[in-house]
Structures are given as structure tokens and as C-alpha cells.
Nanobody
């Protein structure tokens, strides 16, 4: 397992922006698919976005397409998600997760390493 630490959450007004970071302590992270998931109170954890280890393929859930951008800097063992035009329905705890190898995924069960989460609250 890879130790992951998320940061960048906070309180923001609707329409605002936040950038979340997911940092790993091992360079093995650079050879992993990394995804962001989120879980709102009383709801199931849901996929948000994923990026392959090369960064050349990304995938988003429909409701965040055009508003969120996932990226990575393998020299820093860090993956980011830039979140723009935030909506109250984006309020959740956001988790990053990684799985080794070239294939990415969108199911939580396919990821073996998880961070502790960072809370994002969007006020209306």
C-alpha cells in the first residue's frame, strides 16, 4: 500500500474554486493510476476523476466534466484536482486513491491505497 495524504479542502462559496492535492511518500505512486472519489453525508462514495500514470488519459464523472481538471506531477509524487464553478452538491469529503499498473479504474473496490480525505464544503 501507498501512504496518501490529501490537502486543500475548505469552505468556499458557490461558483468558487479549490485545488486539492494528493501526495505520496513513494515514487511507486508515479507508476499508479490515481483517482479522486467523494462521499457526501448519507451517500455512497462516488467516483470523481482518474488519471493514468503517464497522465495521458483522464476520466471524469459526468457532473464534474468541464468544471474539474485532474493532473499530476510525477516529479513531486502528487496528483491534483482543480475544481472550478463549485456547486453546493459538490460538498463532500474527497479521497484520493491509487492502484499500481497502467490500467485505470472507476470503482472504489479496484483501488488498494486510500488517503484520509479532505472536506470540501460549498455554500450557496
Amino acid at each position: 500500500q501507498v501512504h496518501l495524504v490529501e490537502s486543500g479542502g475548505g469552505l468556499v462559496q458557490a461558483g468558487g474554486s479549490l485545488t486539492l492535492s494528493c501526495a505520496a511518500s513513494t515514487r511507486l505512486f508515479s507508476y499508479s493510476c490515481v483517482a479522486w472519489f467523494r462521499q457526501a453525508p448519507g451517500k455512497e462514495r462516488e467516483f470523481v476523476a482518474a488519471i493514468t500514470w503517464t497522465g495521458d488519459t483522464v476520466n471524469y464523472r459526468g457532473s464534474v466534466k468541464g468544471r474539474f481538471t485532474i493532473s499530476r506531477d510525477n516529479s513531486k509524487n502528487t496528483v491534483y484536482v482543480q475544481m472550478n464553478s463549485l456547486k453546493p452538491e459538490d460538498t463532500a469529503v474527497y479521497y484520493c486513491a491509487s492502484r499500481s499498473g497502467s490500467k485505470c479504474a472507476a470503482r472504489a473496490a479496484d483501488f488498494g491505497s486510500w488517503g484520509q480525505g479532505t472536506r470540501v464544503t460549498v455554500s450557496s
